[in-house]
């Protein structure tokens, strides 16, 4: 198979991953509102108590008597030792409230993995470009043995990764993707350094700044 029309190939099938990849790059909707924190819960209370507070007369028996009179607290919450009651069967418990901080530590790993998929996906838009505007018109003066079972093994793993939602197998379809990718982008380089003219000097130039790129990741 000719240079071009191995390289058309790689193209179409390069391009069939990026169209996969920037679908599930896509930002999806939260699972669920976030929860009120244990402070927004009762801070109408303390703030009303602030209010009757200030404009009580000190030392006086009223003031005790307006304390009662709050909002959302019993007799028996102004004790001297200012510890809240027990939260009321509509009120969230301690063991729910600490269970935000689990959802938000499973948000940031979901966000880093995002934040890779899209660097993925820039990289591969890159290499594209690049093939397309520079490489393509190279190789019709120049025609090098290429073959496009990378690329086609690079849009399979796109595929799958793009069933997955969550868990070790999205983390195994992404690094995969990424070690391939920069294979196909190496073997490209590894190709072009045999070239007898300087014209491939900017197309070497551009991919090798893309797995710059890609293996910052």
Do not use: Y
Request: charged share 20%; glycine share 4%; hydrophobic share 35%.
């Amino acid at each position: 198979m000719t240079s071009p029309a191995a390289l058309l190939m790689s193209l179409g099938h390069q391009a069939g991953a990026l169209c996969t990849l920037q679908a599930a790059a896509a930002p999806r909707p939260p699972h669920s509102p976030p929860q009120p924190s244990h402070t927004q819960t009762f801070s109408p209370a303390w703030h009303s108590l602030r209010e009757e507070t200030e404009v009580s007369e000190p030392g006086g028996a009223p003031e005790l008597e307006e304390e009662q009179t709050v909002p959302g607290k019993s007799p028996k919450d102004g004790d001297e030792s200012g510890e809240l009651s027990p939260p009321s069967p509509g009120e969230p418990r301690p063991e729910t409230l600490a269970q935000p901080g689990l959802a938000r530590r499973e948000t940031l790993r979901e966000m880093a993995l995002r934040s890779k998929l899209s660097r993925l996906v820039e990289a591969t838009s890159q290499l594209v470009e690049v093939e397309q505007t520079l490489l393509l018109p190279l190789l019709q003066q120049h025609p090098l043995p290429l073959h496009p079972k990378d690329s086609i093994e690079f849009r399979n793993i796109c595929s799958h990764m793009a069933l997955q939602r969550e868990g070790q197998q999205l983390e195994k379809d992404l690094h995969e993707a990424h070690q391939c990718l920069k294979t196909i982008i190496e073997k490209l380089i590894c190709s072009l350094s045999v070239f007898p003219s300087d014209s491939c000097i900017p197309v070497r130039f551009a991919l090798r700044q893309i797995l710059q790129n890609l293996l910052a990741m």
